[in-house]
Nanobody, 124 residues
Framework: QLQLVESGGDLVQPGGSLRLSCAVSGSTLDSYAIGWFRQPPGKEREEVSCIDMSGAHTWYAGSATGRFTISRDNAKNMVYLQLNSLKSEDTGVYYC?????????????????WGQGTQVTVSY
């Protein structure tokens, strides 16, 4: 059974940076597209960024473009999300999720396997 575990969330000041990690176990990572999603306080879960099975294709939400970078290391079964120039509106629980063998739209309903999330708080 595929398991995903996020880490790296923290309290950071506006303008700061964080690197989120997603450790995947239970299967080979190269069979899965991976997405990062977040849930701001009091709001619905939303897409942030997705990456295809090989890492050749990526997608970013408009709010993430130019500030966040998604990457993966299939040999280590790890996926990363580098967060730069953080803003207060980036605050939320960040989740990684997996979708087997299909690279398509980066939206919540299409992803089948989810981690428990890691909290990112951007504040003074």
């Amino acid at each position: 059974q595929l398991q995903l575990v996020e880490s790296g969330g923290d309290l950071v000041q506006p303008g700061g940076s964080l690197r989120l990690s997603c450790a995947v176990s239970g299967s080979t990572l190269d069979s899965y597209a991976i997405g990062w999603f977040r849930q701001p306080p009091g709001k619905e879960r939303e897409e942030v960024s997705c990456i295809d099975m090989s890492g050749a294709h990526t997608w970013y939400a408009g709010s993430a473009t130019g500030r966040f970078t998604i990457s993966r290391d299939n040999a280590k079964n790890m996926v990363y999300l580098q967060l730069n120039s953080l803003k207060s509106e980036d605050t939320g629980v960040y989740y990684c999720a997996a979708r087997q063998r299909i690279w398509g739209m980066c939206i919540v309903p299409l992803y089948d396997h989810w981690g428990q999330g890691t909290q990112v708080t951007v504040s003074y």
